[in-house]
């Protein structure tokens, strides 16, 4: 590829610092932007982006390159917050880094760096972009471990032409190594866990500022009341710790599961507020053979047309072997179902459920149900 302009996201980490060093290295002009998308209460007690800005800005010199601090949080607040909280509210569990990425770093970050007069942008994810015949496929990174395809699902052609994904191409291992060699500052700083408007932040209490909480019953699968719950949107299918139904053990055994085995958050019954519990790791109502899922976005601009496909229904989960069924629900927008050979555990609405063919991955939807 010939030098060009190239914006990298530096977030503070590792990953974007390398990824800004190897373009560097093959001889682009680049440019690092610093993404500020959250601001209330922004603090270094739990949402770190003061600290992970210092850290950027120090990347950036030793690379000597320009570095500016864009502010993104009206839009993420509109964009991803605002989706975050709705879902929520409706009783599922969403994924806003799937949000963030189709709505602020490749859409938002993407238009700043053209009016930098950027050709292509980077980012330190773990995936690859290839051309093949004037199209453009998302990649799983080499690295099985880190891979990150799973978050890029919702990305366009027009997107995935101006994007590179350098540290994609290497192990972990390797970006830790490069970043130490070359002296990078932040070559052993931990790598980022969890959202960043909540960042190390206790979650339910986090959401408890924003949700009404209206407590009601949790209930087994034998129908009997086993404990309260504190809100329908505080807890997640397949959760384990923090129902508050510890200590029951003498109730006997639901199928599925022994005396001594801890529960689960099963079912959600949003209309009646209460929250069903199983015990057992592999207890049935934990397990899906089947899920449909709406709010499509393909890579290619269209559905699939092979029916033997894998997918994830988690980011960290191994793909799993499917059926996949295309069609369009009543408002004629694009809707999939998908039959898995094994059963998949804990599958949540509002979580994406990713497809894949080999090592592309061509897109997915949001998961609207699963059954048996």
């Known amino acids: 590829m010939k030098p060009q302009r190239v914006v990298v996201g530096l977030s503070g980490g590792v990953d974007s610092a390398v990824t800004a060093h190897l373009l560097k290295q093959q001889g682009h002009e680049v440019i690092g932007i610093f993404m500020k998308n959250w601001e209330d209460d922004d603090d270094s007690e739990y949402c770190s982006s003061n600290i992970d800005f210092v850290d950027a800005a120090?990347?950036?010199?030793?690379?000597?390159?320009?570095?500016?601090?864009?502010?993104?949080?009206?839009?993420?607040?509109?964009?991803?917050?605002?989706?975050?909280?709705?879902?929520?509210?409706?009783?599922?569990?969403?994924?806003?880094?799937?949000?963030?990425?189709?709505?602020?770093?490749?859409?938002?970050?993407?238009?700043?760096?053209?009016?930098?007069?950027?050709?292509?942008?980077?980012?330190?994810?773990?995936?690859?972009?290839?051309?093949?015949?004037?199209?453009?496929?998302?990649?799983?990174?080499?690295?099985?471990?880190?891979?990150?395809?799973?978050?890029?699902?919702?990305?366009?052609?027009?997107?995935?032409?101006?994007?590179?994904?350098?540290?994609?191409?290497?192990?972990k291992t390797d970006v830790r190594r490069i970043a130490a060699e070359i002296g990078l500052p932040n070559a052993k700083k931990k790598d980022s866990t969890g959202i960043c408007f909540i960042g190390e932040r206790p979650f339910r209490e986090f959401l408890n500022r924003y949700l009404a909480n209206t407590p009601g019953p949790i209930k087994d699968d034998r129908g009997r009341t086993i404990g309260e719950h504190v809100g329908l949107s505080f807890y997640t299918l397949g959760q384990r710790k923090g129902i508050g139904i510890g200590g029951l053990k003498e109730r006997g055994a639901p199928r599925g599961g022994g005396e001594h085995d801890p529960w689960?958050?099963?079912?959600?019954?949003?209309?009646?507020?209460?929250?069903?519990?199983?015990?057992?790791?592999?207890?049935?109502?934990?397990?899906?053979?089947?899920?449909?899922?709406?709010?499509?976005?393909?890579?290619?601009?269209?559905a699939p047309t092979l029916a033997a496909l894998a997918a994830k229904t988690r980011y960290r989960q191994q793909d799993a072997a499917c059926v996949f069924g295309n069609a369009l629900d009543s408002a004629g927008e694009g809707a999939f179902d998908l039959r898995f050979e094994q059963a998949q555990w804990a599958v949540t609405p509002g979580q994406s459920a990713v497809l894949y063919d080999g090592e592309v991955c061509l897109g997915g939807g949001v998961i609207a149900a699963a059954t048996p």
Request: hydrophobic fraction near 45%; glycine fraction near 6%.
């Open 58 to 171: 120090a990347v950036a010199d030793v690379l000597g390159i320009e570095i500016e601090h864009v502010n993104f949080a009206a839009e993420y607040k509109d964009r991803v917050f605002a989706e975050f909280l709705r879902e929520y509210e409706a009783g599922r569990t969403p994924n806003p880094d799937v949000l963030c990425n189709a709505e602020i770093k490749f859409k938002a970050f993407l238009d700043h760096a053209m009016r930098l007069g950027a050709a292509k942008i980077a980012t330190g994810h773990y995936a690859r972009v290839r051309e093949r015949v004037g199209a453009f496929e998302l990649l799983k990174g080499l690295d099985p471990l880190k891979d990150q395809s799973y978050f890029l699902h919702r990305l366009t052609q027009a997107q995935l032409s101006k994007t590179l994904f350098p540290v994609g191409e290497l192990p």
């Open 264 to 302: 689960f958050v099963a079912r959600k019954d949003m209309a009646g507020n209460t929250l069903y519990a199983v015990q057992g790791h592999d207890h049935p109502w934990l397990l899906s053979h089947h899920l449909n899922a709406d709010d499509t976005s393909w890579i290619a601009g269209h």
